[in-house]
T-cell receptor, first 115, second 111 residues
Framework: EPEVTQTPSHQVTQMGQEVILRCVPISNHLYFYWYRQILGQKVEFLVSFYNNEISEKSEIFDDQFSVERPDGSNFTLKIRSTKLEDSAMYFC?????????????FGPGTRLTVT | RKEVEQDPGPFNVPEGATVAFNCTYSNSASQSFFWYRQDCRKEPKLLMS?????NEDGRFTAQLNRASQYISLLIRDSKLSDSATYLCVVLSGNSNYQLIWGAGTKLIIKP
């Protein structure tokens, strides 16, 4: 069964450094998402991406964040200058096109630790 | 009022019991609803989609009451492997893209 993959599984970085989190969505999916989950808290939406542009973003997704689909398979989240409060699990998700099909499938996540 | 509200839990139930989770949502324009389960430090995994009044899949039954803006999940004959956090998720009524997440209810099945 096809699945979303994410790399790395764990990233440790120093405050102020840039990080890039990578995702490979399911191959026939066209909608892509990033979510984060701070330890012990609920999942929070960051951004959605369709047709090579951002469809929607939350208040969390400020100028420090950016997303890109550099080729036909990868979908990346970049944090330009990490802060301690960026420490969280970051989940990538994707869904297939079509009306009435809104199920999103999640990758295993990247645990980001900012020190 | 929170956008998606769930029972706080944790629920401790014996193996074989029936357990029910409740969830309310605030946006009456929401059309799509989901239950995900999340194991500790893992990704959320889709358990059920709820588009009409309800859905059943084996031991799991989800029901939707649009008038009351209420969704439920029933697990019958619970197994030890059902222990997880159950997340009520609502597709935002203001867009087709954003999932709004409840805080989750932790379920612990005891032998």
């Amino acid at each position: 069964e096809p699945e979303v993959t994410q790399t790395p599984s764990h990233q440790v970085t120093q405050m102020g450094q840039e990080v890039i989190l990578r995702c490979v969505p399911i191959s026939n999916h066209l909608y892509f998402y990033w979510y984060r989950q701070i330890l012990g808290q609920k999942v929070e939406f960051l951004v959605s991406f369709y047709n090579n542009e951002i469809s929607e973003k939350s208040e969390i997704f400020d100028d420090q964040f950016s997303v890109e689909r550099p080729d036909g398979s990868n979908f990346t989240l970049k944090i330009r200058s990490t802060k301690l409060e960026d420490s969280a699990m970051y989940f990538c998700a994707s869904r297939k096109p079509g009306q009435g099909t809104y199920e999103q499938y999640f990758g295993p996540g990247t645990r980001l630790t900012v020190t | 009022r929170k956008e998606v509200e769930q029972d706080p839990g944790p629920f401790n139930v014996p193996e074989g019991a029936t357990v029910a989770f409740n969830c309310t949502y605030s946006n009456s324009a929401s059309q799509s609803f989901f239950w995900y389960r999340q194991d500790c430090r893992k990704e959320p995994k889709l358990l059920m989609s709820v588009y009409s009044s309800g859905n059943e899949d084996g031991r799991f039954t989800a029901q939707l009451n649009r008038a009351s803006q209420y969704i439920s999940l029933l697990i019958r004959d619970s197994k030890l492997s059902d222990s997880a956090t159950y997340l009520c998720v609502v597709l935002s009524g203001n867009s087709n893209y954003q999932l709004i997440w409840g805080a989750g209810t932790k379920l612990i099945i005891k032998p």
